[in-house]
Each structure stands twice: as C-alpha cells, then as structure tokens.
C-alpha cells in the first residue's frame, strides 16, 4: 500500500493524558500536513511541514500540541494533557510538486481520539 | 469565520437522480476549487477539481460548474447510484507562502442515494 498511513487508527484516553499519533506521507511527497475534522465538518488546517520544516501552524494548534517531521519523512502530532474538546479526527495529508492542482492533498485515513 | 460555506447539509435521492451541492466563498485569493469524497471511516479523496477561468468541468457522472462573479460553485452527479452515498466537501486552495497551498474546506454534504 502507497497511501497515506496512520497510527494507531483509534485512541481512547483519559482527560490529562497525553497521545502521540504518527503519520507516513506517500514516500515521494514532501510536504505534510495534519487537519482536525469534528463531527459534522470539514477537516480543519493544523500545521504543515515541507521536508523536516514546520512552515505554518494555525491557531488552532494550542500549546498543548505539537508536530514534528524529524527527518523529513514521517511525523508525529502530540497532544498533552488532552482535553475532551480534542475529541476529533486527526488527518494526516502529504502532497509533492507535482499534483493535478496547488494544493492537492492525499488524506490518510484519520486517527480518530475519544477523550473522557 | 466560514470562509467555504456549503449547503444542504444532507441530501437524498433516489437511483439515477441528480443531486446538486452548492458552495459559496467571499475570498478571492482562492484560485482552485476542488470536490472531495468521503466514505465512512476513510479520509477525504479528491473527487474532481476545477481552476476559477473555467465555468464547467465534467469528469465521467461528476460536473463542477463554477460561476466566477457570484463566486459560487456547485457539484453535480449525474444518474447517482447507492454507491455514491459519501459525504462531499467543497474546498478552496489558497497560496498561503512559499510554495503552500492551504485548503479550506467546507462542512460537507451527506449525500445518500436510495436504490
């Protein structure tokens, strides 16, 4: 499988706790990003890498969160002393050059976070 | 702040109608519009996508017609079928530095197609 892969693709945790998710872009693409969707809307932009470089983060990304793309592959989207509000599905997308449009992302299947 | 807004929020159709999803943006620093599906469990996959100089664009049952001074675009699906039950978001591409393209979606249309 060439997709977009996420790990683990489930997470139940406690309030306080922290979760870790990882994300392997397709192996050409080198650009990354992580979006948010909650239930009933559109996935929501978090942040986006080119290579191991964190160029945009939303302010959405509070300091509870943070991503890194140590070596330009995967990467990795923590979130301490989760809050039930992290309730949501968290999507990785990568994308490279040379896509039909700007902007053209290829989705992971999500990892979906349950907080109590 | 919606900068995609979508509508209806859910929709269903018997086998072989049309069903039409509409979409609006106030931004015009937009330049592409694409659709993407979405089936349950799976990530959002690009579905068709259009560039903002065209007013139609026809990839097999799926049309975007896209009105430029009205600044609104909609998705078409012709002879639908139960296979295409999904939920459809619109989105916008904006240049957003460097060479980033940033997405903004809307909230998705739940589409159901009845047999």
């Known amino acids: 499988d060439t997709g977009v892969s996420q790990d683990p693709r489930h997470k139940i945790t406690k309030r306080g706790q922290n979760v870790t998710f990882r994300c392997d872009p397709i192996?050409?693409?080198?650009?990354l990003y992580w979006y948010r969707q909650t239930l009933g809307q559109g996935p929501e932009f978090l942040t986006y890498?080119?290579?191991?470089?964190?160029?945009?983060k939303s302010r959405l990304l509070s300091d509870r969160f943070s991503a890194e793309r140590p070596k330009g592959s995967f990467s990795t989207l923590e979130i301490q002393r989760t809050e039930q509000g992290d309730s949501a599905m968290y999507l990785c997308?990568?994308?490279?050059?040379?896509?039909?449009?700007?902007?053209?992302?290829?989705f992971g299947e999500g990892s979906r976070l349950t907080v109590l | 702040q919606q900068q995609v807004k979508q509508s209806p929020q859910s929709l269903i159709v018997q086998k072989g109608g049309i069903p039409i999803i509409n979409c609006a943006y106030e931004?015009?620093?937009?330049?592409?519009f694409p659709w993407y599906q979405q089936f349950p469990g799976k990530g959002p996959a690009l579905l068709i996508a259009?560039?903002?100089?065209?007013s139609e664009k026809k990839e097999g049952r799926f049309t975007i017609s896209f009105n430029k001074s009205a600044k609104q675009f909609s998705l078409h699906i012709m002879d639908s079928q139960p296979g295409d039950s999904a939920t459809y978001f619109c989105?916008?591409?904006?240049?957003?530095?460097?060479?980033?393209?940033?997405?903004?979606f809307g909230k998705g249309t739940l589409l159901t197609v009845n047999p």
């Open positions: 997308a990568s994308s490279s050059p040379g896509q039909t449009f700007p902007g053209e992302l290829f």
């Open positions: 192996s050409e693409h080198n650009r």
């Open positions: 890498f080119q290579n191991e470089a964190q160029l945009e």
């Open positions: 931004n015009t620093a937009f330049d592409y």
């Open positions: 259009i560039r903002p100089d065209v």
């Open positions: 989105a916008a591409s904006q240049y957003s530095g460097g060479s980033n393209y940033k997405l903004t």
